[in-house]
């Protein structure tokens, strides 16, 4: 994930007195803004596909990958119980 950086910080007045060029840039970078008011952080704002990848990569960090044929979600503990089966039978 890209560090913030100072140019990721504006006030909210000028986000929407330029919001299209704000808009462009949270699509072209992926990374996030946050505007402040009265000089103290108050939102953040992200581009839709940037925010869908943030929760893809949160949701297999917590539940783990997904299995490519049913869509499910294999749980850490389940990947770890079948980790364990491969190699006894292996041995």
Do not use: C, W
């Not at 994930?1 to 000028?14: C, E, G, N, P």
């Not at 505007?35 to 839709?48: I, M, P, Y």
Request: aromatic share 2%.
């Amino acid at each position: 994930m890209d560090k913030l950086k100072v140019a990721d910080i504006l006030s909210l007045t000028d986000f929407q007195r330029n919001s299209k060029m704000h808009l462009n840039r949270l699509r072209l970078t992926g990374r996030a803004a946050i505007l402040t008011v009265n000089g103290k952080a108050e939102v953040v704002v992200q581009d839709a596909a940037a925010y869908e990848r943030l929760l893809d990569r949160l949701n297999r960090a917590t539940h783990g990958p997904r299995n490519d044929v049913t869509g499910r979600v294999t749980r850490k503990a389940d990947v770890s119980k079948a980790e364990r089966s491969d190699k006894t039978e292996k041995s």
